[in-house]
């Protein structure tokens, strides 16, 4: 138990700390620093926190810095495991009507994907079944939203990135833009369940707290349109064993639908000849809430 004098020493040195950042002239620097010194503080107290842990905590960051690099940011991966990815994107995408909800960016984003047509393959060679893609993009009066610019990004059907691979391949990623009616399509590869990178410490925090690195099968999207609010999303699979269980907390379920899979010598959407090969469809209908947007 702790005793009156400990905590009024604890006491005092919060007050010092927060002090310390009385005098930052920008006001919402100062609120943050001074509520990250109370949260912080309040954490060490309450699991009285052992010089030897504060050290094993400080060599685990440094270990996320070292294996972090253009391709590879552990620090998304640790916010993301932590959910606070997820709390982050929740508290500035607030609810609004029927705008569709967004989830993690996840680490994998490039800012160079290739333009595609509608209609056209964004799998770039990505290994999968090859899976059929339609929707529309609305506001939420139900009015098409045109030449809204519509990102995709997935892994193939080994769980990669493309940018995981070391080499100069841009595969499972693109854009395309919404037509005048709002509506977009395209062919990408059905998704599957993959683990997020586990060879480093973020993954060895997993394992030694009994979590699975694995995250539900899905497709990256990313939205945009003047006068709107930037959506980042995913859609997800029905019928994932992961969707319950996913590593980084993305899944919600009104982003969940059904890939329905379709026959060898099933006729495709835009003719497109498959051979023998099975294929997937599924429809993703994206509402974009405005720029202003409030709950």
């Not at 047509?117 to 770039?124: K, N, V």
């Not at 892994?155 to 691979?165: I, L, R």
């Not at 349109?225 to 919600?252: E, I, N, Y």
């Not at 090969?277 to 599924?282: F, G």
């Amino acid at each position: 138990m702790t005793s009156d004098e400990q905590r009024r020493r604890e006491d005092e040195l919060v007050d010092r700390v927060r002090a310390s950042f009385d005098d930052t002239d920008d006001p919402r620097l100062r609120e943050i620093m001074q509520s990250l010194t109370d949260h912080l503080h309040a954490f060490a107290r309450d699991v009285r926190l052992t010089e030897a842990e504060w050290k094993a905590g400080i060599d685990f960051l440094t270990a996320c810095g070292h294996i972090t690099d253009e391709r590879r940011q552990e620090f998304i991966l640790l916010s993301d495991v932590l959910g606070l990815s997820m709390q982050t994107i929740a508290i500035n995408n607030e609810a609004h009507g029927n705008a569709t909800e967004a989830t993690v960016f996840g680490p994998f984003f490039t800012e160079s994907s290739p333009e595609t047509e509608q209609g056209g393959d964004t799998a770039g060679g990505a290994q999968g079944q090859p899976c059929w893609v339609e929707g529309s993009v609305v506001d939420t009066a139900g009015q098409p939203v045109a030449g809204a610019r519509i990102e995709v990004w997935q892994a193939d059907d080994d769980g990669f990135y493309d940018v995981q691979y070391g080499d100069d391949r841009v595969a499972g990623r693109a854009h395309l833009f919404s037509a005048d009616d709002g509506s977009f399509r395209f062919w990408c590869v059905t998704p599957t369940p993959y683990p997020i990178p586990h060879d480093g410490p973020v993954g060895r925090m997993l394992a030694a707290v009994g979590r699975s690195p694995m995250r539900a099968a899905h497709v990256h999207f990313m939205v945009s349109a003047p006068g709107h609010r930037t959506l980042v999303t995913h859609v997800f699979v029905r019928g994932d064993d992961r969707l319950d269980d996913d590593s980084v907390f993305g899944v919600k379920e009104s982003l969940v639908r059904d890939f329905a899979e379709q026959p060898s010598g099933t006729a495709t959407p835009d003719g497109r000849d498959l051979g023998e090969r099975t294929w997937a469809r599924t429809r993703f209908d994206i509402v974009l809430a405005p720029s202003d947007a409030t709950a």
